[in-house]
T-cell receptor, first 114, second 109 residues
Framework: IAGITQAPTSQILAAGRRMTLRCTQD?????MYWYRQDLGLGLRLIHYSNTAGTTGKGEVPDGYSVSRANTDDFPLTLASAVPSQTSVYFC?????????????FGPGTRLTVL | GQNIDQPTEMTATEGAIVQINCTYQTSGFNGLFWYQQHAGEAPTFLSYNVLDGLEEKGRFSSFLSRSKGYSYLLLKELQMKDSASYLC??????????WGAGTKLIIKP
């Protein structure tokens, strides 16, 4: 593994189904983030974690949950998917939470909810 | 509220210079970032400014004026591979990034 990986690359999901997007980084970064990117809008922060064991809500957290059991993994769960959650999801990490460090992004997951 | 404004699309010619502007309003300020994003790919870091002035990095330069809430990204000697979206993001007092919608740069031969 080099950098940040996300799985799956893409997914089509029926509304009402539960889905977990996976994110793993091997850079030993403390902080991790989940964003969604929709056409015509900027990246919007869903949830973040400044260090293992802690999480926080971003701008658009409703309908999503996260956990940070260890430094490397930061899964995002949609408990009951809705069509408005159709988007491209990016996971990112940075060396320190609460700092001005640059964020490194994973390749993204393209999710379609029907 | 917090807001980042940048043009939706710009067109430039190969070999030329282009300036992409960004104005920002954030709750507190901890710096201004520029990222490049090719279609279908992840954003990649280009530059970070926290003090007023110009930061030069090869063909790319970034400028910041904190008093005006303004930044620009300057790309020189444009190459076809520079065709991408350029994302401006301001870091607020909570160290969260507030992102603009991006400027799609089209390079013509």
């Amino acid at each position: 593994i080099a950098g940040i990986t996300q799985a799956p690359t893409s997914q089509i999901l029926a509304a009402g189904r539960r889905m977990t997007l996976r994110c793993t980084q091997d850079m030993r970064h403390n902080a991790m983030y989940w964003y969604r990117q929709d056409l015509g809008l900027g990246l919007r922060l869903i949830h973040y974690s400044n260090t293992a064991g802690t999480t926080g809500k971003g701008e658009v957290p409703d309908g999503y949950s996260v956990s940070r059991a260890n430094t490397d993994d930061f899964p995002l769960t949609l408990a009951s998917a809705v069509p408005s959650q159709t988007s491209v999801y990016f996971c990112a990490s940075s060396e320190r939470g609460g700092s001005s460090g640059e964020q490194f992004f994973g390749p993204g997951t393209r999710l379609t909810v029907l | 509220g917090q807001n980042i404004d940048q043009p939706t699309e710009m067109t430039a010619t190969e070999g030329a210079i282009v300036q992409i502007n960004c104005t920002y309003q954030t709750s507190g300020f901890n710096g201004l970032f520029w990222y490049q994003q090719h279609a279908g790919e992840a954003p990649t870091f280009l530059s970070y400014n926290v003090l007023d002035g110009l930061e030069e990095k090869g063909r790319f330069s970034s400028f910041l004026s904190r008093s005006k809430g303004y930044s620009y990204l300057l790309l020189k000697e444009l190459q076809m591979k520079d065709s991408a979206s350029y994302l401006c993001a301001g870091m607020d007092s909570n160290y969260q990034l507030i992102w603009g919608a991006g400027t799609k740069l089209i390079i013509k031969p």
